[in-house]
C-alpha cells in the first residue's frame, strides 16, 4: 500500500458494492421483460431493485468519489491532514454500509434507493445510511483542513486546480446532506423506532430532494475533476482554460441545490410559482454543463494537434482511443451529450408529465448516471489502481475492451427504455405485461432492454476481474506518480472563482431562498400524516 491507503480502501470498498449491485441489475432487467430464472418473485425484484439503486446510486458512487477526492487532494495540495481520523470514517461506513445491506438482502427494507415515506425500512437501514454521511463528512473536514495547512504555507498563490475542484465538491456535498440530515435523523429514524406513529412523506421528499439533485452533481464533479485535468494529460495536450475550471465548479456549487422541485413537479403541495423558480435555476445549471463540455473538446482538440494534427477533425484520430482511460471517458462524454436531450425533456415542465414515472427515466438515468459517471470512475480505476496500489494493471487487453462493451449495451438498453418509457412503460414494476394488451407492445423493447443488461453485466464483470487481478496479483511496481495536465495559460494570482469562503456563503443563501417559504407552507399545511407500510 502507499500513501494512499485510505484512498484505496474506499475505491475497494465501492468496486464490491458495483459488483452485486451489477447482478441484481440483470435480475431485474429479466422480471420486467418476464423471462424467468430460478427465485424470480415480486419480493426478490423489489429487494433487487433496493440493493441495486442503493449500491449503485449511494454506495458504489459515494465511496468511489471519497476515494478519488482523497488521492486527488492529496497529491495537488502535497498533504494530507488527519489520516487517522479517515480511517475511523471508513470503518464506520463500512459498517453503515454492511448493516443496511443486510437489512436490504433479508427483505427487510425494500423501500428502494429514495426510501421514500410511507414505505418504511428497518431502522438500521437509515442508521446504516447515516454512517456514510458521517465518513462523508469526515472527508470533508480532511480536505478542508488540508487546505488550510496549504494555504498558511501559500498565502497568495492559486488553489491547485485540481483541489479547489475537490474543495468546491465537498462544500457542495455539505450544504446537499444538511437536507439528507433533517430527513433521516429529524423524521425517518425516529419513526422507524416507533417513537411517533405518523410521518408527513410530502416534507420528507421535499427534504430529500433538497439533498437527491446536488447528490447528482457529488456524481459528477468527481468524474469532470478527471476530464479537465488528468484527460488533457492522458491525451498528450493541455487544459484549455483554467480560469474556466474554476469558474465550472463554483457555479455547480452555487446552482445545483436550489433545482431540487424539478423531482417533484408532480407532487402536490409545492405552487408552480416554486416550481418555475426551480425550473429556471435547473437551465441555468446547464450552462457550467455546456462549458465543460465545449472546454474538454478543446482540450482533446489541443491534444491532438500537439501531435500534428493540420485538418478540421483528423485530430480525432490522434487521440489515444486504444488507452482504457481515455476510451471510458471520451465514451462517457458521448453518453453525457444524450443524456442532456432527455435531461432537458425531463426539466421541462409540460414534456416530465408526459415521462414522469416511466422507463423513460431509468433510460435517462443510465445514460448520464450509470455511463457518463460510472464509465468515466471504471476507467479511472485503471489509470488510477496502479498509481495508490503500487501495482502493474492485470490484463490490459480485457480493460481496453471493457469500455466498448459498456457502450454498446447501453445503448441498446437505454434506447430501449428510452421508447419503452414514451409508450408509456411505468418504471418500478415487477413485470410489463402486467397491463395485458398494452403489455404486448412493450415485450419486444423489455426484452431488448435485457439482452443490453446481459452485454452491461458481461462488461461489469470485465472490470471487477481486473481490478480484483490488479489488487491481489498485480506485480509490485513503484507507483506511478499522479500527474494533472497543465493549462495552456496558468492562472498567475488567485483570482475571484478561488474565493471559496464567499461562494459557500452565497450558495447558503440560494440554498435558504430555495426551500425556506416552500417548506413552511408545507409544514402549516394542516394534516393527520401517514403511518408506515413495509411492502412485504
Ligand atoms: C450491469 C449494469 C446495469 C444493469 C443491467 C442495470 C439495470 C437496471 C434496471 C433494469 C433498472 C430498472 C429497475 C426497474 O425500475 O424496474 C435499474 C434501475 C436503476 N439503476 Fe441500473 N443497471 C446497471 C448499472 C447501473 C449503474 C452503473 C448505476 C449507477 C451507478 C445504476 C443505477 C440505477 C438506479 C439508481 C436505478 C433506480 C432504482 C429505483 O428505481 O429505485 N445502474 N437498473
Ligand atoms: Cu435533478
Known sequence: MTKHGVAAAHIGAAVVAFAVASLMGVLQALSMADISFPMRSESLYYMAVTSHGVLMA???????????????????????????????????????AAAAA?????????VMYTFYPPLQAHPLFYIGATLIVVDSWIWVGIILFSYRSWRREHPSDPIPAPAHAVMATAILWSLATVGLAIEVVGMLIPWSLGWFE?????????????????????????????WYFVLPHIAGGRLFSDKLAR??????????????????????????GWKLAHTITTYAVLYPSFVTAFTIIASLEVAGRMKGAKGLFDWIGKLPWRDPFFASIALAIIGFAFGGFGGAINAAYAMNALVHNTAFIQGHFHVTLGTTVALTFMGASY???????????????????????????????????????????????????????????????????????????????????????????????EAPAIEFAQPVKPEPV???????????????????????????????????????????
Open 58 to 96: 449511494l454506495v458504489f458512487t459515494t465511496f468511489f468519489a471519497i476515494g478519488l477526492g482523497y488521492a486527488i487532494a492529496r497529491e495537488a495540495l502535497g498533504r494530507q491532514t488527519g489520516t487517522r481520523i479517515g480511517w475511523v470514517g471508513f470503518w464506520l461506513a463500512i459498517a453503515g
Open 102 to 110: 443486510w437489512t436490504i438482502l433479508t427483505g427487510q427494507s425494500s
Open 198 to 226: 405518523k410521518i408527513d412523506p410530502m416534507v420528507a421528499r421535499t427534504y430529500f430532494w433538497w439533498f437527491g439533485h446536488p447528490l447528482v452533481y457529488f456524481w459528477l464533479m468527481p468524474a469532470y475533476t478527471l
Open 247 to 272: 469558474m465550472v465548479f463554483v457555479l455547480f456549487l452555487l446552482l445545483s441545490t436550489p433545482v431540487g422541485f424539478h423531482h417533484q413537479f408532480s407532487d402536490p403541495g409545492i405552487t408552480a
Open 383 to 477: 489509470w488510477l489502481l496502479p498509481r495508490i496500489l503500487g501495482r502493474e494493471l492485470r490484463f490490459p487487453a480485457v480493460a481496453r475492451i471493457q469500455p466498448y462493451l459498456w457502450f454498446f449495451g447501453m445503448t441498446i438498453f437505454s434506447t430501449a427504455y428510452h421508447i419503452a418509457g414514451i409508450r408509456g412503460l411505468p418504471r418500478r414494476v415487477y413485470s410489463a405485461s402486467l397491463n395485458g394488451s398494452l403489455g404486448g407492445d412493450w415485450h419486444t423493447l423489455t426484452v431488448a432492454a435485457a439482452i443490453g443488461a446481459i452485454v452491461l453485466f458481461t462488461s461489469a464483470m470485465a472490470y471487477v476481474f481486473v481490478v480484483a487481478a490488479t489488487w491481489f496479483a498485480g506485480r509490485k511496481i
Open 494 to 536: 488567485a483570482g475571484i472563482w478561488d474565493r471559496l469562503g464567499m461562494w459557500t456563503a452565497i450558495a447558503a443563501v440560494l440554498v435558504i431562498i430555495a426551500y425556506a417559504y416552500p417548506l413552511y407552507q408545507l409544514i402549516s399545511h394542516p394534516r393527520f400524516g401517514s403511518p408506515g407500510f413495509k411492502p412485504f
